[in-house]
């Protein structure tokens, strides 16, 4: 006997079936044609290009849902766990998807191919795992919520309301299935091992004259709900089923550290987003894709401190007024500019460290969002703090952000042998010094143990000297775009008359601008942070660390050279080479790891001890039993020493540059 299915048994006026799909598909689409109606109401941004790396990026970020999983790091009980119910449910509702489509094929189409094999094994044996797995997703889920109840995740009756939905809907799919079993006496139902257990409840528990009114009564009950929640999607939370994948797809594939795009200063009528119609239509689609996980809120270090920021917030805030936008229930305090309606308080508190956008799965993009309002505060109403107002005129009258400093470019370099290119002179490094390092004293060993190890290695080098600017960094991050491309297009012409091909820094930022921003002008440096420079010296022989170390490092990855440019190892290789080091790896490190503070111009603001990032993160980085806190950034320097020496109590913990570290004399 050829096993098969007669798909509407026991049900008779199929046809109302479809009746009833036309009203539930028109509000669906209806539904999809006002968010698309709303994202397309914003500035265009083009990212069709390179399909088959738009196509990958799908499969991996919703097919195989690393960013849930954590996959390419040590995941987290967290993760494993998110990752497990996601992942349980996601591919459970897959496989009824697809077999819902083989229904329509083998009815609607009469292509008949729910018959033989492919009947036992995918519509019996697999759609019957699919859905069983699908409820332990849900039901892990629901745990979730109800009893372990993370902050980060919003509790509320929607969101408590939908999960049992869902369950609902699937258990009553195994119902219809255990009771077609049961009154057809299938003889293949152990084919389906959930629905043939459903069945014998069923056949002990009710007479058998009442199989096939019970399944024709929850049958239609069934495909009304399917079908509602079809309706409902795109105006609910679970409209991230379809804004999501789309999101990935359109996801940015240049480097993260160019994230943010230059204003055509020449053209713009109005400099920076003062209403939603002035973000990209990336940024508008990102509100929609939210999954509402809130890992983007554990991820960020001004949440962690008490700030006003919370990413999540943010996108939830602009979602509902984009939201409002579109259902035309706009109020009149909604004139209000949307930086205005966000909070200036909110904005300011963001260190531009990029980890809410490494934690989120769906790849939404906070800082370019919390960028561009600040370009509207800073360029068109000239409202930002007073300490970031300092920095910047020090940026305008003497090239760099540090208002009140006196100290030389040179002074750093006093009593080594080190050469300052003057116009047509090269070669093969310019050692791009960066204002953190060149006007600190601080950080003036770092420049100094660098320079020495270059000449110890034969490495050809010079410097700008007093012809180095800022890179306008701070500037930018600040929201002074103006002031950036000014900057930007100075350094390019300090440049080009130097015939600069290959750069090294020691400051991530500056790297990052160099790298990755400079791009936009028109520009094409090899720039390298220090730290790869060292490994590449001490991997190749041409370097040696002299001295004994005998010393336990853990490394503070910086955000902008870490998430920002993807440099993870170069630093460990490094200090690892260093003879007796031993290496601690904090808990949240390289991609995960926490920032600073200094970023997004918060360097050059004044805050109470209790709300320091920096404090944070010293009492992780103390907390391992490290001897010494080791840093690739002159920013992380600055903040990391002050806030380890409050933190460290009596025990000694010294705070060391890669270089320094290196470098025998620098380590005392």
């Known amino acids: 006997m050829t096993p098969t299915r007669e798909v509407y048994w026991n049900i ?40 088959a790396q738009r196509l990958l990026g799908v499969a991996k970020f919703v097919l195989a849902q690393s960013r849930i999983h954590g996959i390419g790091r040590a995941p987290t009980l967290r993760h494993i766990y998110a990752g497990a119910f996601h992942s349980l449910f996601f591919f459970g509702f897959i496989g009824l998807f697809c077999g819902t489509l083989v229904v329509m094929a083998h009815e609607d189409f009469g292509l008949h191919v729910m018959q033989g094999n492919f009947y036992l094994w995918f519509q019996s044996l ?12 849900l039901c892990m889920a629901l745990a979730r919520r109800a009893l372990f109840r993370p902050a980060r995740l919003e509790n509320t009756k929607r969101d408590l309301l939908t999960a049992p939905v869902l369950l609902l809907i699937l258990c009553n799919g195994f119902a219809l299935e255990g ?36 399944h024709a009564g929850l049958w239609w009950f069934h495909l ?55 973000f990209t239509l990336k940024s508008l689609m990102d509100l929609d894709a939210c999954t509402e996980c809130g890992r983007c809120q554990d991820a960020c270090p001004a949440y962690a401190s008490g700030k006003p920021l919370s990413p999540k917030k943010l996108i939830f805030d602009l ?10 229930v706009l109020t009149a305090e909604d004139a209000a500019t949307v930086p205005d309606q966000i909070g200036e308080a909110a904005l300011w508190s963001c260190t531009t460290c990029m980890a809410c956008m490494e934690a989120c799965p769906v790849l939404i993009e906070h800082v370019p969002k919390i960028v561009d309002m600040r370009r509207y505060l800073v360029m068109e109403e000239a409202r930002f703090p007073d300490t970031m107002q300092q920095a ?95 900057m930007a297009q100075q350094n390019i012409a300090t440049l080009e008359s130097r015939a600069v091909k290959k750069i090294v820094v020691t400051c991530p930022h500056c790297l990052n601008s160099l790298k990755n921003e400079y791009a936009d002008f028109g520009t094409q440096y090899e720039v390298v942070h220090h730290s790869q420079l060292l490994a590449d010296l001490v991997a190749s022989g041409r370097y040696k660390p002299s001295g004994e170390q005998a010393a336990s490092v853990t490394f503070h990855d910086p955000c902008y050279l870490g998430r920002y440019n993807g440099v993870f190892d170069e630093p460990r290789d490094a200090i690892a080479a260093v003879p007796g080091t031993s290496m601690i790896e904090m808990p949240r490190h390289r991609e995960g790891s926490f920032c600073c503070g200094a970023g997004g111009g918060r360097a050059f603001m004044e805050e109470p001890v209790a709300n320091r990032v920096s404090n944070l993160r010293a009492r992780e980085a103390v907390a391992t039993g490290a001897d010494i806190v080791g840093v690739g950034c002159p920013f992380c320097m600055n903040m990391m020493e002050e806030a380890v020496n409050t ?22």
């Not at 697999?126 to 997703?137: M, N, Q, R, S, V």
């Not at 299938?186 to 069923?202: H, N």
């Not at 060993?445 to 701070?474: K, P, Q, W, Y």
């Not at 890669?658 to 620098?666: K, N, P, Q, R, T």
């Open 392 to 486: 910047i005129r020090s940026l305008e009258s003497r090239g760099h952000p540090f208002a009140g400093n006196t100290m030389s470019r040179s002074e750093w370099h006093r009593g080594l042998d080190v050469r300052v290119l003057g116009e047509g002179e090269s070669a093969e490094y310019l050692y791009w010094v960066g204002c953190a390092t060149a006007l600190n004293a601080r950080n003036h060993s770092t420049a100094r143990a660098l320079a020495s190890i270059m000449n110890e290695a034969g490495v050809d080098f010079g410097i700008l000297g007093e012809d180095e600017h800022c890179t306008g960094d701070s500037a930018r991050r600040m929201g002074h775009e103006f002031l950036f491309q000014t």
């Open 647 to 668: 933190e460290s109590g009596s025990r000694p913990v010294k705070v060391r540059d890669i270089a320094e570290l290196l470098h025998g004399d620098a380590r005392a």
């Open 319 to 328: 979602r509902d007024l984009l939201h409002d936008k579109r259902d035309n």
């Open 179 to 214: 009771l077609r079993l049961a009154a057809t006496n299938d003889p293949f139902a152990d084919w389906s091992p959930v629905g043939a257990l459903v069945a014998r409840g069923f056949a002990a528990a009710i007479p058998a004259d009442q199989f096939r009114p019970l």
């Open 224 to 278: 009304v709900t399917v079908l509602a929640l079809m309706a409902a999607l795109p105006w609910t939370k679970l409209r991230h089923v379809v804004a999501a994948p789309i999101n990935i797809y359109f996801r940015q594939l240049q480097a993260r550290g160019a994230v943010l795009k230059p204003i055509d200063l020449e053209t713009a009528e109005s400099f920076g987003v003062k209403s939603l119609e002035q």
């Open 126 to 137: 697999a759609l019957d795992l699919c859905g069983f797995f699908a409820i332990i997703g």
């Open 12 to 51: 008779t006026n199929v046809w109302v079936m479809y009746v009833l799909f036309v009203p539930a598909a028109a509000v669906f689409i209806f539904g999809c044609y006002k968010h698309i109606r709303a994202w397309g109401a914003s500035l265009p941004v083009d990212r069709r290009g390179d399909i």
